[in-house]
């Protein structure tokens, strides 16, 4: 491992009042990188009642962080697939998933016609 890859460039810094949290992506091949999440913080008190809320707190930072990045990554696939294969040109949208995703909708909506209501019913 290179001295690059052990101490990488922060991409993204995130201060919250218990800790701070950095991530960065660093090239390894085509289409492929590495993700590290570091979150730094001072050592908490064992005794303290809040200890455990803060701790849960930093660990659902890391895991949003990591779900989010993952979620831009593919929706940047998809984009860039479906530029590259001319799908949006041909039919207006950038995955065939979104028809699926439209034909489950249209389903629910016919299945509970109370989801087409744009207003609680009363």
Same mark, same amino acid.
Not at 5 to 27: G, N, R, T, Y
Not at 40 to 54: K, R, S, V
Not at 75 to 82: A, G
């Given at each position: 491992?290179?001295?690059?890859?052990?101490?990488?460039?922060?991409?993204?810094?995130s201060?919250?009042?218990?800790?701070?949290?950095?991530?960065?992506?660093?090239?390894?091949?085509?289409?492929?990188?590495?993700f590290?999440?570091?979150?730094? &913080?001072?050592?908490?008190n064992? /005794?303290d009642?809040?200890?455990?809320?803060i701790? +849960?707190? @930093?660990?659902?930072?890391?895991?949003?962080l990591?779900?989010?990045?993952?979620?831009?990554i593919?929706?940047?696939?998809?984009?860039?697939?479906?530029?590259?294969?001319r799908?949006?040109?041909?039919? &207006?949208?950038?995955?065939?998933? /979104?028809?699926d995703?439209?034909?489950?909708?249209e +389903?629910? @909506?016919?299945?509970?016609?109370?989801?087409?209501?744009?207003?609680?019913?009363?």
């Amino acid at each position: 491992m290179s001295a690059h890859e052990e101490i990488p460039m922060p991409f993204s810094l995130s201060v919250f009042p218990e800790h701070v949290q950095a991530f960065s992506l660093v090239p390894a091949g085509p289409r492929e990188c590495r993700f590290y999440i570091r979150s730094y &913080g001072h050592a908490l008190n064992p /005794e303290d009642m809040n200890t455990p809320a803060i701790e +849960a707190a @930093r660990i659902a930072n890391i895991q949003l962080l990591w779900e989010s990045l993952h979620e831009d990554i593919r929706v940047n696939y998809i984009c860039q697939d479906s530029v590259s294969s001319r799908l949006f040109d041909q039919t &207006g949208v950038f995955s065939i998933a /979104e028809f699926d995703v439209a034909k489950f909708q249209e +389903a629910i @909506r016919l299945k509970l016609p109370i989801t087409s209501c744009q207003r609680k019913p009363l």
